[in-house]
């Protein structure tokens, strides 16, 4: 009978509308209501839920100019539960976007505080870079004047004591030539005194001594100039090599300062790729941590809501429990059988949906009874023809006016 009744949805909800109004203790049957006080009291509910949806519209806007985005979730999803028309729908729509609007923006804040922390670091690192830069420069500088220094120094050195040496042999051939002088004159004064019976043979030698002394100053001069000759070529064999030395110097500078130069600039390459590689590790790092961060505020505020309706739930099955009230009728058309009919509060059975009563019927005297379940209770009604007829079996023994049917339990369907 049940299932039969159930193919009338419109008899059914006005059956809950007017069991929002009926008393949940009368258990007999209730006189009809005027179709205007029905629907005057539909009116209201509609005006409840509109203050009801305003106030968490109004609730949620405000949490989000405070930026307390968990307390603007919870208003809007507690808006959600009031909205009954497409306008409602659209607000609520756009309190989302206004949510999502002020994370953007909040979000934006946040990185444009951030851009400008990395620039005033970049600046002081560049400054830093260019102060040490300064320093090694100045530092070059410094090292190339000490060995241009050592270098005048060693080459004064080498000119010095090549002037010495110079004005040594010089001395050495006016020694020489000194004796060789004396060694001469010696050998004329004695010539002059020999006696006349050796002129001619003295002129001989005198003359062939001048021409031994003419060949031997020829010889001693072009000695002398092949000295000279050597030690000039000497010398521009010396220049050449501390000219050379120098030229090689200049170059292994020249290498030197361009390796340095090679190794700053790789140095310096190597800096900026670590600091990008930094940077974009920092973003990466932020990136996950603001992800990971939204996922916990979602299965946060996800978590709530499902404490919540949970909490809601147990506290319409405990009203549910302690507000439900069966009764025993029978039906025309029962062939004599009793059935049990009852009403639930509409508002805790809204909250769960499908719900199973556990009951037993008692005749007098009778402690044991009989037990059963009402599957899917809708709870509209205390007569036969406008809520659930649940057949008892057994039939109770006693007569319909004297069973009294208890409440055991309320559960959700299937539980």
């Not at 049940?2 to 509308?17: E, K």
């Not at 004396?182 to 001989?204: D, H, S, V």
Request: proline share 2%; glycine share 4%; aromatic share 2%.
């Amino acid at each position: 009978m049940s299932a039969a009744w159930s193919a009338r949805p419109v008899a059914a909800m006005l059956s809950a509308m007017l069991g929002l109004i009926v008393p949940d203790t009368a258990l007999a049957a209730d006189p009809p209501r005027p179709a205007s006080r029905l629907l005057d009291m539909v009116d209201r509910l509609n005006q409840l839920d509109k203050q009801d949806f305003g106030s968490a519209i109004a609730e949620a806007e405000r949490c989000t100019a405070q930026r307390n985005y968990a307390c603007a979730d919870a208003a809007i999803a507690r808006a959600t539960k009031f909205a009954n028309d497409a306008s409602d729908a659209s607000r609520l729509e756009e309190t989302r976007r206004a949510v999502a609007r002020e994370i953007e923006r909040q979000r934006a804040e946040e990185r444009e505080r951030e851009r400008q922390e990395d620039l005033a670091r970049e600046r002081e690192e560049e400054e830093e870079i260019a102060r040490r830069r300064s320093e090694a420069r100045t530092e070059t500088r410094r090292s190339n004047e000490r060995r241009a220094a050592e270098q005048r120094a060693q080459r004064e050195a080498r000119e010095r004591r090549y002037a010495q040496e110079k004005a040594e042999r010089d001395a050495r051939w006016a020694a020489e030539r000194a004796a060789i002088d004396a060694r001469f004159k010696a050998q004329a004064a004695q010539l002059a005194t020999q006696n006349a019976e050796r002129a001619a043979r003295a002129q001989a030698d005198r003359e062939r001594a001048e021409r031994e002394r003419q060949q031997w100053l020829a010889n001693n001069r072009a000695q002398a100039e092949r000295s000279q000759a050597q030690d000039q070529q000497r010398r521009q064999q010396e220049q050449a090599q501390r000219d050379a030395e120098e030229r090689q110097r200049e170059r292994e500078r020249q290498e030197r300062e361009r390796r340095e130069q090679q190794e700053r600039e790789a140095r310096e390459r190597q800096e900026r790729e670590q600091a990008r590689q930094a940077e974009l590790e920092r973003q990466r790092q932020a990136e996950q941590a603001e992800r990971e961060r939204q996922q916990r505020e979602r299965e946060a505020a996800a978590q709530a809501r499902r404490d919540q309706e949970e909490r809601e739930r147990r506290d319409a099955l405990a009203t549910l429990r302690s507000g439900t009230r069966l009764a025993a009728r029978q039906c025309t058309g029962g062939e004599g059988r009793q059935f049990i009919v009852g009403r639930v509060p509409g508002d805790a059975k809204g909250k769960v949906g499908c719900i199973d009563v556990e009951y037993s019927v008692h005749c007098p005297g009778d402690m044991s009874g009989i037990r059963g379940t009402a599957r899917n209770f809708q709870g509209l009604g205390t007569d036969c023809y406008m809520g659930d007829t649940v057949p008892i079996s057994p039939t109770p023994a006693c007569k319909v006016e004297q069973v009294r049917v208890e409440v055991r339990d309320v559960r959700q369907c299937g539980r």
